[in-house]
């Protein structure tokens, strides 16, 4: 190579060099800019705000593994890799929750778990703030397109003399977990009647997905609805059945 074709060579390099390294700039300050939580000041509306999220992400947290096993808190379940899946049949005997059981594990989930998203005001103290706060009180209500999850949080936040008071907070998850969950009972009902049955016709009058395979001695149904996004993603419930 003549020493104009390395000249050329070099400055090609070196303007690509440039380029990528303005580009991985750009998406730095990019999706920095883009994550960065607003600014908590000392109003009602920035407070709210603050542990509304803290709901909804602990709300979607609970959603997620009440969906991934079946159920929240594992009774009689099938050994996955990752997790438990919940047996809603075994043998010919119906292990199906109650919608009101996953209501209150839902309700239980969010008492016990809010606080690790709210660091225990950690970002108020840390402005000055005096906190005063009480316990959760946590209702979920599981609708045919939704779930409301109402929180009671009795909070008391007081700076320079001024104090806000709040009470209670809610948040909406638009997980349509009322129809998954009929179409889960379906399912194991229709299998205590026929063992080992998949009837794809009864199951494609839901527009949801469904994937069917076996695992070890028991089968999985896996249940994913694109209608139902829980971070930017379809929400999946999975149940198992055993024949015994």
């Known amino acids: 190579m003549d020493k104009k074709a390395q000249i050329a060579f070099m400055i090609i390099a070196a303007v690509f060099i440039a380029i ?4 991985v700039i750009y998406a730095a ?4 800019n883009k994550n960065s939580a607003e600014p908590l000041v000392f109003e009602k509306t920035s407070i709210e705000n603050y542990i509304s999220s803290c709901i909804k992400k602990t709300a979607e947290d609970g959603l997620r593994l009440l ?4 159920i929240i808190v594992l009774d009689s379940y099938l050994q996955a890799p990752n997790s438990g899946v919940e047996y809603y049949l075994y043998g010919n005997q119906s292990r199906v929750p109650s919608i009101g059981k996953l209501q209150s594990q839902l309700s239980d989930y969010m008492n016990l778990n809010i606080n690790d998203c709210l660091r225990d005001f950690e970002d108020f103290q840390s402005q000055g703030w005096d906190v005063e706060k009480g316990s959760a009180n946590s209702n979920a209500q599981i609708n045919q397109n939704d779930v409301l ?3 009671e949080l009795p909070l008391k936040v007081a700076s320079q003399g001024s104090q806000l008071n709040f009470e209670r907070f809610s948040s909406l998850v638009n997980v349509r977990l009322k129809y998954i969950y009929d179409l889960a009972v ?5 299998n205590s009647k026929i063992p080992a049955s998949v009837d794809r016709t009864d199951l494609s009058s839901y527009d949801i997905n469904v994937t069917v395979f ?4 028991s089968i999985v149904y896996d249940i994913r609805d694109s209608k139902s996004l829980v971070m930017s993603k379809p929400y999946a419930f999975r ?3 055993n024949f015994g």
């Open 29 to 32: 300050n990019h999706f920095r």
């Open 149 to 151: 999850f109402e929180v």
């Open 20 to 23: 990528v390294a303005a580009l």
């Open 67 to 70: 969906g991934r096993q079946g």
């Open 239 to 241: 149940l198992a059945l």
């Open 186 to 190: 379906k399912i194991a009902d229709l």
């Open 214 to 217: 076996p695992y070890k001695d």
